[in-house]
């Protein structure tokens, strides 16, 4: 899902800014609202655990370039499931940050980009599981059908954001339409895969159930909202 350096600049960069700006509030709104009601010190570890997590998804998995983007194994429901929104969102965009910082420097001019694309749809997620996932159901519990749902959101909502990002850089034209389509079709890839890698994890955390580990995971991993 990274976008190449090019494909937004100049005055463009400014709507990157602005949605940037917009996720990083509605980021801190989350986490304020968690924290409401939540242990601080397990709010951070699962920052940091989603951190590592965001890094290794990024930097250590098979990655490639296809179209007008890369495809990557983001496990971004994977994250939200085990850690919780406002963690899974702040893991994201850190773990994205050092990334670019270490690795990938020529990715940093696209951060803002980029990080859009990885936290809209989190949110997105985020309230279709309010929405319709029972309160009196733990997330470990889901059914396969429960997580695809979450996972296409999630996907489909990051090659959408690519798609925009490419037009809206680039312009509506046949190559960029066509690396566009490219870009999705592989992508796709991802999402047959993630709700099976979302499926494994719940069934080995639902295995260790267990009250010390709960301070690890989000509570309603474990628990009823």
Excluded: C
Aim: charged letters at 10%.
């Amino acid at each position: 899902m990274h976008i190449e350096p090019g494909v937004v600049d100049g005055a463009k960069m400014a709507f990157a800014y602005a949605t940037a700006a917009g996720a990083a509030g509605y980021t801190a709104k989350l986490a304020f609202e968690e924290l409401k009601s939540h242990n601080a010190a397990s709010f951070a570890l699962r920052t940091v655990m989603a951190t590592v997590g965001t890094f290794i998804f990024f930097e250590v998995l098979p990655h490639f370039a296809v179209g007008v983007s890369e495809v990557h194994f983001i496990l971004g429901t994977t994250l939200f499931l085990l850690m919780g929104a406002a963690p899974a969102a702040l893991g994201l965009a850190l773990g994205l940050l050092v990334q670019g910082a270490f690795f990938a420097p020529n990715d940093l001019p696209m951060f803002f980009v980029n990080v859009t694309t990885l936290l809209v749809p989190l949110f997105a997620i985020s309230a279709l599981a309010n929405r319709f996932i029972p309160r009196d159901k733990a997330y470990v519990d889901l059914a396969y059908a429960d997580v695809l749902k979450l996972s296409a959101m999630y996907q489909g909502g990051v090659v959408a954001w690519v798609a925009f990002w490419a037009f809206y850089g680039q312009g509506v034209g046949a190559e960029t339409a066509q690396s566009v389509l490219t870009f999705g079709a592989a992508y796709m890839l991802v999402v047959i895969i993630e709700p099976i890698a979302d499926l494994a994890v719940l069934a080995g955390a639902k295995a260790l159930r267990s009250d010390k580990l709960s301070g690890l995971f989000t509570g309603r991993l474990y628990n009823a909202a």
